[in-house]
């Protein structure tokens, strides 16, 4: 049996966390798997070691997507931390509302909503990005999908970042994190039917339950899945859209001048900056790869932010080039757990890409602001000094 390389490398570090890109490069070169010590994890790496393991759940369970046991523990039963064939019954009805079909009647919708609130930002001539469009455009999306009100609605932007905190390992930022994912657990664990608004995604996930297409008891649980996976997430992508066109303006002009490149956008902004860099998984068996072996039991980390810099799978991997349009970028997952959310993840970017690309030609920003996060890098303040209308 021959082992991974090994790394003294903490993956959680703050300072890795706010930049991983040349600690990815470094594990790439060690190997397709890393041992890094610090947090007792295989890191893998590389891209085409990244997607088969994604779509390998009966080698890499996802029974153990958080790095600590109190977090797998309280996710256990969600569609998110299970397997085939628990997970294929919970992702059914999860993505019943969110498929091509269902969101088709979305689309107008939010891209009006988009349109509106871009416009209204140009017109101001200077805002916060992230608060004013980042945060605002999803959490008023998603609260009206699923029919979030009152607290529920006031909370749904601590509790999605908390949720996503606490899949890290035992360390401050998880302990911090736990009581105020416990509230979504707690509230999602006791939510009915009546609780969300008539007509909404949540009311159909209910009758999903009432008819028999989930187990009984499991409507909560799909519920926190979209807000405690999707809302953090979304967040940091629309986030980095205006980051990465405000740095580089001409691939905003690009996307102005042939709008068909607005889903390649998306897909390019995603494999550049993805919102989560790692997710958990057990190994179940010795697991080999490219001669060495994973022990059975062994704690995962499946880097996504590695596999999409990988030089190895595309060219120039470090330039931002919308025109690459990497439909193949490892952020939505890959597999059966590919991203459940990711249909409506591109409805709301692709509209918030084509609003900016028809209103904005070139964004002057101040400082990007980030704080150290264990699943999620994301931008927590973004000023834009000066809109330059198109």
Not at 225 to 254: C, E, K, S
Not at 341 to 359: F, K, T
Not at 371 to 381: D, F
Request: overall charge negative; glycine content about 8%; proline content about 7%.
């Amino acid at each position: 049996m021959v082992t991974p390389p090994t790394s003294g490398t903490d993956l959680f570090a703050d300072e890795v966390v706010l930049d991983p890109y040349p600690v990815y490069a470094e594990l790439r070169e060690q190997g397709p798997v890393v041992h890094l010590q610090k947090n007792d994890v295989y890191a893998l790496t590389r891209y085409d070691v990244v997607r088969d393991a994604l779509a390998d759940w009966e080698s890499f369970s996802s029974t153990s997507i958080a790095f600590n046991p109190m977090a797998n523990e309280a996710l256990a039963g969600t569609s998110l931390a299970s397997d085939p064939p628990v997970h294929t019954q919970l992702r059914a009805t999860l993505t019943e509302n969110l498929s091509p079909r269902a969101l088709r009647g979305l689309r107008s919708g939010i891209e009006k909503k988009a349109d509106a609130l871009v416009a209204e930002l140009v017109e101001t001539g200077s805002f916060e990005a992230i608060d004013a469009l980042a945060r605002a455009f999803p959490l008023e999306v998603v609260a009206d999908l699923i029919g979030f009100t009152g607290h529920v609605r006031d909370n749904m932007l601590r509790w999605g970042q908390a949720a996503m905190q606490v899949l890290g390992p035992m360390n401050q930022r998880t302990a911090e994190n736990f009581s105020v994912a416990g509230e979504l657990y707690g509230w999602c664990s006791e939510v009915k039917a009546d609780d969300l608004a008539e007509g909404s995604v949540g009311r159909g996930i209910f009758e999903a339950e009432t008819r028999g297409a989930i187990p009984p008891g499991t409507a909560g649980h799909i519920i926190h899945q979209y807000l405690g996976a999707g809302v953090d997430t979304t967040i940091a992508a629309i986030g980095n859209i205006v980051a990465l066109f405000a740095r580089h303006p001409d691939q905003l002009a690009l996307v102005r001048e042939n709008p068909s490149l607005v889903p390649a956008a998306f897909n390019e902004v995603l494999r550049f900056w993805p919102p989560i860099n790692a997710w958990g998984r057990r190994a179940t068996k010795d697991v080999e790869i490219d001669g060495t072996v994973i022990p059975a039991g062994a704690q995962i980390a499946v880097l996504l932010g590695a596999g999409n810099r990988d030089p190895r799978h595309y060219e120039n991997p470090d330039a931002f080039l919308v025109e690459r349009n990497p439909v193949d970028h490892l952020s939505f997952g890959y597999g059966p757990h590919g991203c459940a959310g990711q249909g409506l993840a591109r409805l709301e970017a692709h509209a918030v890409i084509d609003a900016l690309s028809r209103r904005v030609e070139r964004l002057v920003v101040g400082s990007e602001v980030r704080v150290p996060s264990n699943t999620t890098r994301s931008i927590e303040e973004l000023p834009v000094l000066e809109v330059i209308p198109a």
